[in-house]
């Protein structure tokens, strides 16, 4: 016996949630108008491992201060197919995933994204959802992949049916913080981003906790807000963990490799 989908009143639903948030979405077929995301979709690898063809139920591009943060939503109607997971607990990859579950086929096109563009974050989410009694009973989860994680998807706190929380959660600070120098993008220190300056990951927005993680090579780099009235630097070029909050010395690390920076802006 076939199970029935409600995938279409799901979709429908969160359609308007979006339009009752003010927020523009794209449709499957629907160019967003950014024209990486637009290519990435049409040229990377479709779900089912074939050459181009990719669309997500719903496309969101985000834009505030200059940051440009695609969405990826992909909802299914069905019981227990919001997420699978593999051995390890990660989101599983196979195509049987990918096709059939709301947060692994939104994962895929993150991916797809990132791989084929030159964008350096996105934000993913599944939604599922089914009726029962006639009560609409839905989940939900969302994840933040960027470049400088190893796309390693990150899970945005708990969010309700209502994908508010997912949207707002990386708009809303105020005061935000980017990695710039020599270890950074294109290595050069603009203003232009993503390729020159890399906005950090807010990961506790109520407390103020942005982190960045990437490789370093120990060219040097600077935090800064918008400008550089805000910046964090060291104290003199041998002084790696003797950070200040002035115009100093480039950062160095001490050897080449992986390191995550946060910084904790006080309300």
Not at 78 to 99: A, F, Q, W
Not at 115 to 144: A, H, P, R, T, W
Not at 216 to 241: I, L
Not at 244 to 261: A, L, R, W
């Amino acid at each position: 016996m076939q199970t029935k989908s409600f995938e279409e009143k799901i979709e429908d639903i969160v359609k308007k949630k979006i339009d009752d948030l003010g927020i523009k979405r794209y449709t499957k077929t629907e160019p967003t108008g950014n024209s990486m995301v637009d290519n990435a979709l049409k040229n990377g690898e479709s779900k089912k491992g074939n050459n181009g063809g990719n669309y997500p139920d719903i496309k969101l591009v985000l834009v505030k201060n200059g940051r440009c943060i695609p969405v990826m939503i992909e909802i299914k109607g069905t019981k227990g197919k919001l997420k699978k997971t593999d051995k390890t607990g990660g989101i599983s990859k196979d195509i049987d995933s990918v096709v059939n579950y709301a947060v692994n086929g939104a994962a895929h096109y993150g991916e797809i994204i990132l791989k084929n563009s030159g964008l350096q974050e996105i934000i993913i989410v599944g939604i599922n959802g089914i009726e029962e009694n006639g009560i609409i009973k839905g989940e939900c989860e969302g994840y933040y992949l960027s470049r400088h994680n190893y796309m390693e998807p990150k899970i945005i706190d708990k969010i309700t049916f209502d994908i508010r929380n997912v949207i707002a959660r990386n708009q809303s600070l105020d005061h935000m913080c980017y990695v710039i120098g020599y270890d950074v993008a294109d290595g050069q220190w603009g203003f232009d981003i993503p390729s020159s300056r890399v906005p950090m990951y807010i990961e506790d927005e109520d407390n103020g906790i942005l982190t960045y993680t990437g490789y370093f090579a120990g060219g040097g780099f600077k935090v800064m807000g918008e400008d550089w009235s805000y910046q964090w630097s060291q104290r003199s070029d041998n002084s790696f963990g003797d950070f200040i909050q002035d115009n100093g010395e480039v950062i160095k690390v001490p050897s080449p490799g992986f390191y995550t920076i946060r910084v904790d802006i006080p309300h």
